[in-house]
T-cell receptor
Framework: QQQVKQSPQSLIVQKGGISIINCAYENTAFDYFPWYQQFPGKGPALLIA?????SEKKEGRFTISFNKSAKQFSLHIMDSQPGDSATYFC???????FGGGTRLMVKP | DTGVSQNPRHKITKRGQNVTFRCDPI?????LYWYRQTLGQGPEFLTY????????KSRLLSDRFSAERPKGSFSTLEIQRTEQGDSAMYLC???????????FGPGTRLLVL
């Protein structure tokens, strides 16, 4: 049972554009929502995380928007750069339930 | 760099053989997690330890999978009688407590022939 659904599966964005990745969860007991970035052959690395008591968190070019009533959250990457090209995973809770991943390609 | 380390990084084995992977967490982290990641998918939680106690193992994929953390430091994940379907990346992560960020190692990529 997939408890965290992530979309889109792949995304192509021009350099300088905004990348938006969406996730929806089912379990209302989830209380921690991180986003991880993974490059080929590497383990996931934490990018940014949010708890459900806030609706938005921004760190540099990365912003999480959180909608508790809709059980949805999203990652926005502003001014996307070719170096952002990677696979991004949303996750929930602490024995992390991961989404299926979004492969982002930023074209120069 | 004192991040999470995993060994070996790559393992090729024949079907039916046993394999063991090692994870060394960040030294002050008392929680250690194992995940499996297949190509194109997100990591799938397998089991976790708080210090030497294995607190969740019901999501280990079968009784061929077992994990230990005998002294609350490094951990091992063993797969007995490997099958081709076990081919995947096995990831280890650690955290200082249940509410903190998990830090992942580079993974061990297993190929079962």
């Amino acid at each position: 049972q997939q408890q965290v659904k992530q979309s889109p599966q792949s995304l192509i964005v021009q350099k300088g554009g905004i990348s938006i990745i969406n996730c929806a969860y089912e379990n209302t007991a989830f209380d921690y929502f991180p986003w991880y970035q993974q490059f080929p052959g590497k383990g996931p690395a934490l990018l940014i995380a949010i708890r459900p008591d806030v609706s938005e968190k921004k760190e540099g070019r990365f912003t999480i928007s959180f909608n508790k009533s809709a059980k949805q959250f999203s990652l926005h990457i502003m001014d996307s750069q070719p170096g952002d090209s990677a696979t991004y995973f949303c996750a929930a809770c602490n024995m992390l339930t991961f989404g299926g991943g979004t492969r982002l390609m930023v074209k120069p | 760099d004192t991040g999470v380390s995993q060994n070996p990084r790559h393992k090729i084995t024949k079907r039916g053989q046993n394999v063991t992977f090692r994870c060394d967490p960040i030294s002050e982290h008392n929680r250690l997690y194992w995940y499996r990641q297949t190509l194109g998918q997100g990591p799938e939680f397998l089991t976790y330890f708080q210090n030497e106690a294995q607190l969740e193992k019901s999501r280990l994929l079968s009784d061929r999978f077992s994990a230990e953390r005998p002294k609350g430091s490094f951990s091992t994940l063993e797969i007995q009688r490997t099958e081709q379907g076990d081919s995947a990346m096995y990831l280890c992560a650690s955290s200082p407590s249940v509410q903190e960020t998990q830090y992942f190692g580079p993974g061990t990529r297993l190929l079962v022939l």
